[in-house]
């Protein structure tokens, strides 16, 4: 069901618009666009950002690796889902390897740039995507899977935003979410990219029950890399920069030396041992109906 983001009114149908309140989503760049005031202007995130992404997504280890790791948790924990949403789907890097490893899946993209939308669309074509403002989301029990990756640490109102991602979700469904883990790893990395917070393990399992899910599986990742990515943000705080997404460009071989301590670090967590620290955090959650 969609729902009217001005007053939650049900049943709203985008090419009519809302008759309790007369909300009606705009067209921005080719997309429909339901919180159109941030289209082109959200402090969540670099507009700019986008285009350095959408050029070294595919040649990073770390952006592949996580890639490998939210796919083998949706074959495990949700192999028959129909319908997946992924909110703030920037480039459509992680979508893309979504929508090819099921295909025939109704698979949707949102985010608050239309910018990014633009790259998805080229690697996505034939994919509903959308623009719009987590925090509005406009939908109930629509989805079997709503899935956000690092994007809930940017936004000031993350409670609120897993509560709406709770709604969204069928009864039965469930939620991916990857997030920065640790604070004391902070540096003007995080501020490059308008991070909120990095969390605790403790903060974000309290956050995501205190919404309504229930954690099926909770793991650090990037552990085996930990000593690496700590001297990297040591060096960052020092040098008080953050070398952009040119910093993600890497030699070829070290690159791949890199992804294949990450595959190792995969089969750990494939096997159900629990790594207490890392770099990042993936939960796997499951809705709770609410009382």
């Not at 985008?14 to 402090?43: M, R, V």
């Not at 890497?250 to 990450?262: F, I, Y």
Request: neutral net charge; contains cysteine.
């Amino acid at each position: 069901m969609i729902l009217c983001p001005a007053c939650n009114a049900p049943n709203l149908r985008p090419d009519q618009g809302c008759t309790a309140c007369g909300f009606a989503p705009a067209k921005i760049d080719g997309f429909i666009a339901w919180a159109p005031e941030l289209a082109k202007n959200s402090e969540g995130f670099r507009e700019e950002s986008f285009e350095g992404l959408a050029r070294v997504e595919a040649g990073n280890f770390w952006f592949r690796s996580r890639n490998s790791v939210i796919l083998w948790a949706l074959r495990k924990y949700f192999p028959g889902f129909q319908s997946l949403l992924e909110v703030g789907c920037g480039t459509g890097f992680v979508l893309s390897g979504i929508a090819q490893a099921f295909p025939g899946t109704r698979i949707s993209g949102s985010e608050i740039y239309t910018a990014g939308l633009a790259f998805a669309a080229q690697r996505l074509p034939t994919v509903e995507l959308q623009q719009m403002d987590a925090r509005k989301l406009p939908y109930q029990e629509e989805f079997d899977v709503v899935a956000a990756f690092d994007v809930i640490e940017h936004i000031l109102e993350d409670e609120l935003v897993l509560r709406n991602f709770h709604r969204a979700i069928k009864p039965g469904g469930g939620c991916l979410i990857t997030v920065p883990q640790h604070p004391w790893l902070w540096s003007p990395v995080d501020e490059e990219a308008c991070h909120q917070r990095r969390y605790t393990a403790r903060e974000l399992h309290a956050k995501v029950r205190d919404a309504g899910f229930r954690i099926l599986r909770s793991s650090s990742f990037v552990t085996f890399l930990l000593p690496l990515m700590l001297a990297s943000r040591l060096a960052s705080r020092r040098s008080g920069t953050s070398g952009g997404t040119d910093s993600l460009q890497l030699n070829s071989m070290v690159d791949g030396a890199l992804e294949a301590c990450m595959r190792l670090e995969h089969r750990v967590i494939k096997a159900g041992v629990p790594l207490p620290i890392g770099g990042s955090r993936l939960v796997v959650l499951q809705k709770v109906p609410s009382a």
